[in-house]
């Protein structure tokens, strides 16, 4: 079967007796002269099977062949003809990139003759040639994915494997990967690209998606997206407040999945509903419905029965804050300096009352340094930072107990379980007694916590974890929230329950600041920060980036073309005036 | 405050010992390492050889004599007739130590002057040369008391040190400080990797943006230890005590007392690496370059003596080198108050020293 480089038949894999099965009964065949996509949430199996492909793991039944060779017994030919990069690439830090790049060829039986050239070709190809002395350890996360690419392509292989190599790479970065993976591919070569962003399902030509062990669909993401046509609508010339549209039209029984989208809200219809009436939704007078070409994570949602719905019982229990308008977070000319180089330069911005603000930039743009000056992890070179009117350096117990703060890798104690992180967070900002008991109740019953509290929270399934972050970020009831990329890695299902979540808080008077590189997450911001080279380069809401990048090639912008748009037009003002 | 404090020790309890592997972990090694060390690498010394030069006829050298002869240690005595004999002997390695009565000895107890005598040892077998020591002592200890009970009051000198350990049993001398060592090594441990693995895990964020100060976070991370390594302390006293038949004289408030101070010493260092290690991998290497040299110049493998100058001196900021003697002091003789106070109050010192140097580095880590 020339057609077919890998053949999947009935696989079924497990990590022990005791655990679920990591993949089960799948089946599926993979074409070379294609990229093909293998998307789904984490823990939904990606990298396991990545690693049956490769050899690494056996399957505990069923069969896997890559162009003919069977995986338990031809592994050695196998590994001949494969390049695989992990999602944490074998890069070693304290070798510059050249030295990377031998010890690489040096494993794989390259010799020095042909060595000059595949270096060559391959630097060139990654853009990394005036960067062969420096250590791999000094390279941006981008750069770090490209040399682990260029290490993985130092044999031609057949088949490469990239297992996530998306992860912590901004958009720029992001689309030269894409670029030059699809410059690789030809009539021999099968690319496999395993993701959890969906939107990078729609650049695959094929696309496995998987969901806890499952293949839930297989075949071109177009197949997949056309269920839901005619059914994806946005809502435009909202005059109302649109979070609560949202809610609202998350109600009526016709609507079964709901974003926000800057100014408007995108919305997937039930199969065999009509339109919701306008005039429930409560959304102004300007507002209309328009048809919107569908997205391969609507189809997803279909697939799973919708999305969850627009009401947050967390936000129902929260004591409401005073409705004004006061600034809220304040950012003064925020500087920090880790000797010569200067992490963030006079960054400035306000937040006030019941306001989304998100903070975007590339990686090692300065995005973090400014977060964490926020919420008083880092000490600011110069310039204050406020929360409720509170200096974090003055009155740091003061300013830290009226923010919750979740972190990236939702920072819970593993080893304990969920109620006793409950007890912990809550006893630490100072709960106590039958408020804390009753606190700590309503959390389990509100996140649906009791089928785990047996568990240890770093067993819980990734989206418990999420759901038990955001609870002991919350339960002192805070005026501002700290988000750290709060949903990377989450499914799209537990994504969208998470920023009910938010929005409902946010209608309660919370004041949330976010990072992210997620550009949907982006687009449930109020107003957005761009971070470059240490400055606020653009600020504003996400539609205004948008309008203000529009241009003959690119008439209607997304979010992530107006991103890259506006770095480009920095770097091009400052290569002029140096 | 003391409630968020309490919030913080709890979680620190539940997180070291939640987990099966945890509590294993805090548990079955040390007590491995107990009995590894007391039976395994037991240091007694038997089938020694012994040289005797007596150069003096009378009576009491005779009798001074036949005491070491019949001494179970030394199986074999060979009788040297001058002293030039001496060097060979011992260089050569025919005989662990020579006793040397000089000629004048019978006639200077009886003069009631303080009778000379000299015990020579090979420095090269440390550790043996060091229990013949003590096991020399005791004879001569004996000696001694049956001098007395003659009415005696003269003295003899030789230089003997451990005469604590009557039955020359080394366990005796090894259980206790072991109880010293393994309480080091829970102490440092627990406490060194308490921040690194925060760290790691990105929860030591998470507490550093909550509104508890940074002193509550010391604070709610010294205590767990401290009560753990104290209770694990306990466990190695009662084993000894109950399983390896190590006799305990003195009094348990003054070694839980003592121990609570040398263990505030230990948990600054373990708080001190902590703060400055990014990983429970650096961390751990940091614990062993404080517990190696600690060890060593505590007394527990070679004599502190024995050591050049200086090395002895710094031997004095060794928290360790103090908590061996009372820990010694109290179980094989009852020492008292005025003896574990001139030990314990050095160690409090370097306990101010090291927790101010673990708030101070904390704090400046934050930044």
Known sequence: MANESLVIEDLTYGYGKHLPLALSALSATIRPGIVTGLVGPDGAGKT????????????????LTVFGLDTCSNASQLHEIIGYMPQKFGLYEDLSVIQNLCLYADLRNVTTTDRRQVFARLLAFTGLESFQQRLAGRLSGGMKQKLGLACALIRKPRLLLLDEPSVGVDPVSRRELWRMVEELVDEETAVIWSTAYLDEAERCQDVLLLDE??????????????????????????????????????????????IVQGQNIRIVLRAGHGQPALSVLDAGSEARL????????????????????????????????????????????????FGSFTAADDVSFTIRRGEIFGLLGPNGAGKSTTFKMMCGLLRPTSGTGRVVG???????????????YMAQKFSLYGDLSPRQNLDFFSGVYGLTGAHQKETVARMIDIFGLTPHLTNSAKDLPIGFKQRLALACSVMHEPAVLFLDEPTSGVDPLTRREFWTHINGLVEQGVTVLVTTHFMDEAEYCDRIGLIYRGRMIASGPPDELKTQTRSPQIPDPTLEEAFITLLQQWDAKHEEAP | ????????????LLALLRDKKGRMVLIVPPLMQLFMFSFAATQEVKNQTLAILNLDRGQPALTLEQDF???????????????????AVINEQQAIAVLWIPPNFSRDLEHGQTAQASFILDGRKTNAAQIIQGYAGRII????????????????????????????????????????????????IVTGLSVAREREMGTFEQLLVSPLHPLEILVGKALPALLIAMLEGSLIVVVGVLLLRVPFNGSLPLLFGSMAVFLLAIIGVGLFVSSLS??????????????????????????????????????????????????????????????????????AIIACVTLSMATWLFKKRME
């Open chain 2, 141 to 188: 200890d004996r000696y001694r008391t049956r001098l007395a009970d003659k009415g005696q009051q003269s003295g003899i000198n030789i230089v003997a040190r451990n005469w604590f350990n009557p039955n020359l049993d080394f366990r005796w001398f090894t259980v206790p400080s072991l109880v010293c060592i393994l309480t080091t090594v829970i102490g440092l």
């Open chain 1, 48 to 63: 396991t099977l990545m690693r049956l492909m490769t050899a690494l793991l056996l399957p505990s039944s069923g069969l």
């Open chain 2, 278 to 347: 990014m990983t429970q991998q650096q961390a751990v290497l940091g614990v062993f370059m404080f517990l190696v040299p600690a060890t060593i110049l505590s007394g527990f493998a070679s004599p502190i003596e024995n050591m050049p100058h200086w090395l002895q001196t710094i031997s004095y900021a060794n928290p360790l080198r103090y908590f061996m003697t009372i820990v010694r002091g109290i179980f094989l003789k009852d020492v008292p108050v005025a003896v574990v106070w001139a030990q314990t109050w050095p160690m």
């Open chain 2, 1 to 12: 405050m003391f409630h968020r404090i309490r919030a913080l020790i709890i979680k620190e």
């Open chain 1, 213 to 258: 062990g499952r293949l839930i669909f297989s075949g071109p993401p177009q197949n997949l997206s056309e269920r839901v046509a005619d059914r994806c609508f946005q809502i435009q010339g909202i005059s109302g407040n649109r979070r609560q549209v949202l809610a609202r039209a998350l109600q009526q029984q016709e609507v079964q999945d709901g």
């Open chain 1, 390 to 404: 509170l200096d974090l350096q003055k009155a740091p117990g003061k300013a830290r107990s009226r923010l919750g």
């Open chain 1, 290 to 337: 328009t048809p919107v070409v569908p997205r391969f994570e609507d189809a997803y949602i279909d697939t799973l029965g919708g999305g969850p719905g627009g009401t947050s019982l967390l936000a129902a229990a929260m004591t409401s804050l005073p409705r004004n308008r006061d600034v809220i977070v304040e950012a003064e000319g925020l500087t920090k300096r």
């Open chain 2, 69 to 87: 002869t019949a001494a179970t240690t030394f199986s074999r005595v060979i009788h040297l007739q001058r002293s030039e004999e001496i060097p």
